[in-house]
């Protein structure tokens, strides 16, 4: 990644299965990813391959946050005059 682009809040590494695949989800936890789910594995005929989601933390709790502040402000803006059907 070059130095003007920001991490990506989310990542599926993929690869088949063996020590290259795992330095690179190793790396990814050092870079301060957390794993998102279980591993996903298949077979090709000859290889396993493997497919595992990455999140940034961070990047999760900030879009949280983004949509309770949205969530907030819509229902400040509704108002109930109490007709209507329930």
């Known amino acids: 990644m070059s130095a003007d682009e920001s991490p990506l809040a989310y990542r599926l590494i993929t690869g088949p299965d063996d020590r290259t695949f795992c330095e690179r989800i190793s790396t990814a936890l050092t870079d301060g990813y957390v794993l998102h789910g ?3 594995v298949t077979f090709n005929g000859t290889d396993v391959i ?4 990455v999140i940034l933390p961070q990047a999760v709790a900030t879009s949280d946050a983004a949509v309770a502040t949205a969530v907030d402000a819509l229902d400040a803006e509704l108002e109930f005059d109490g007709e209507g059907i329930a």
Not at 50 to 53: D, L, M, N, P, W
């Open 38 to 40: 279980g591993p996903a």
């Open 50 to 53: 493997c497919a595992q989601a």
